[in-house]
């Protein structure tokens, strides 16, 4: 059984910074090549894909956080990470990571190309 644990969300200002971090478990690690990624859901809003990154470093960031987010993985421990910066009320939402073995496909981040979740972390901006 493949368990993703987010950890490092909570509330921030408007301009503050926060830094997500997810860790996948044994059972992933075991893949040599995996695409990973984090989406988030706003209350009231459809799920939207943030970044993903593969074994590879190759990377797809959403237009709406390019330049404030930056996401990373350690391929050691298949650790997920997500340098969140210049933060506004807008990114208020759960924020999931996602995981599939594979290389990533490099286009906009979709939620059917992952096969296992995490069970969210909040993320509160207040203005």
């Known amino acids: 059984q493949v368990q993703l644990v987010e950890s490092g969300g909570g509330s921030v200002q408007a301009g503050g910074s926060l830094r997500l971090s997810c860790a996948a478990s044994e059972l992933l690690d075991r893949q040599y090549v995996t695409c990973m990624g984090w989406f988030r859901q706003a209350p009231g809003k459809e799920r939207e894909g943030v970044a993903q990154v593969d074994s590879r470093g190759s990377t797809s960031v959403a237009n709406s956080v390019k330049g404030r987010f930056t996401i990373s993985k350690d391929n050691a421990n298949d650790t997920l990470y997500l340098q969140m910066n210049s933060l506004g009320p807008e990114d208020t939402a759960i924020y999931y990571c996602?995981?599939?073995?594979?290389?990533?496909?490099?286009?906009?981040?979709?939620?059917?190309?992952?096969?296992?979740w995490g069970q969210g972390t909040q993320v509160t901006v207040s203005s």
């Open positions: 996602a995981a599939d073995p594979g290389y990533c496909i490099i286009r906009e981040v979709r939620a059917s190309d992952f096969r296992y």
